[in-house]
Each structure stands twice: as C-alpha cells, then as structure tokens.
T-cell receptor, first 109, second 123 residues
C-alpha cells in the first residue's frame, strides 16, 4: 500500500496570498499518477488536478500542480474566498488500490 | 452534464448488510464506476470500481465484505457491505472513473461525484 502524507495539516492564510500544499508518497508513483481534490463542508470532493499537473474541466488557472516520483505540490497562486477548504491528494499509481492523503485544511487567517 | 445520485437506508444495524445504489445520468459510455467513503470528520477511503464490461477491483482491506454490481440498463450501479460494524459508519460517495479508453493514458482519478449519502451503523 502506498501511503500519502500531506503537509501542513492546516495552512492559515489571507485572501490574495499564495498557498503551497505538499503531498509525499511512501514510494514512487511515477510521473503522473496523482490527483488533487477540493472539499468544502457538507459537499463532495471536486477534482482539481489529475496527472499531477493537468487541470480538470472548469478549474481556474490559479490552481497548479507539479511534482513526480514521491513529491508533489498543489499551488494556489492567489487565494480567493471560495478557496478556503480541505484539499486531498490521491494516488493511482499502484494497481493494488487507490489511496488518499489525510488532507490539508486551508483556513482564513 | 453528468449527475450521480446515491440512495440508501440511512440506518443499518450491526452485523447486517448495507445496500447502496447510485443512479447515473449523462455521459456513461467507456467509463468505470466507483464507491468511496468518508467517516465523519475523517479522510477518504476508496472501496471498489466496476468497469462498463463488469470487471471489478476492490480495496483489499474491504474485499471480503463488499460487492459492487452494475445495472446499466437502469443506469445504476450498487454496493453491498456485509457484516457491518460502527467502523462502517460513513458518508458513501459514488463517482465516475474515466477509463483508459477515455484518458488514453494514466487513469484512476475520479472526475464526477455524487453528493453522498450518510450510512449510520447503530442498534
């Protein structure tokens, strides 16, 4: 099983600031077998990024993903009020099972 | 526009079977279908997927107790979880998984989700 560790657990920032979220895998998942999701309270997760760096349909370009191997990053260039939420990474590089990170909460400072 | 809608009993007694259904509308050709759950206040756990041809894959930690099935004539797929305990209490989401035919490359992410249904295991 590939374990994903997200950091930090909570990120306290102000609107307009840049957010950098990390996702580290316990072993290599290749160059593009990683996705990022956003979840707001009481809502289902929403796909933001797949293939480590490809934005999903309708996702604003302030969201960007990068990384490969074991280290991946989600960057929100300038936080909008609607971006304060929990973010999860998910790997699909292992054929045995898919796993998610424990989440990073982005909260208003 | 793809829409998924979960339905289920809400409350299940310990040791019984939890049965959930997901109704799908919109583009369903060449997609796989999956279930994911989230215990209250916790993270996400993938449960299983089923392909348009009926192939299945399960989370090995849950495989002995879960069954995913497809009824595409009804535009539905389902999940059964047997011998439930309090640890199975969660919001259960159904989601769409683009197949290799669709992605033409790496696949295994979930692009559309239902709103989720809470299943509580309690006597």
């Amino acid at each position: 099983e590939i374990v994903l560790t997200q950091s930090p657990g909570t990120l306290s920032l102000s609107p307009g600031e840049r957010a950098t979220l990390s996702c580290r895998a316990s072993r290599s998942i290749g160059s593009d077998y990683l996705a990022w999701y956003q979840q707001k309270p009481g809502q289902a997760p929403r796909l933001l990024i797949y293939g480590a760096s490809t934005r999903a349909t309708g996702i604003p370009d302030r969201f960007s993903g990068s990384g490969s191997g074991t280290d991946f990053t989600l960057t929100i260039s300038r936080l909008e009020p609607e971006d304060f939420a929990v973010y999860y990474c998910q790997q699909y590089g292992s054929s045995l099972m898919y796993t998610f990170g424990q989440g990073t909460r982005v909260e208003i400072k | 526009q793809v829409q998924l809608q979960e339905s289920g009993p809400g409350l299940v007694k310990p040791s019984e079977t939890l049965s959930l259904t997901c109704s799908v509308s919109g583009d369903s050709n060449n997609y796989y279908w999956t279930w994911i759950r989230q215990p209250p206040g916790k993270g996400l756990e993938w449960i299983a997927w089923i392909s348009y041809s009926g192939a299945t894959k399960y989370n090995p930690y849950l495989e002995s107790r879960v069954t995913i099935a497809l009824e595409m004539s009804k535009n539905q797929f389902s999940l059964e979880v047997t011998s439930v305990t309090a640890a199975d209490t969660a919001v259960y989401y159904c989601a769409r998984l683009p197949s290799p035919v669709v992605t033409r490359g790496s696949w295994g992410y979930f692009d559309y989700w239902g709103q989720g249904t809470l299943a509580t295991v309690s006597s």
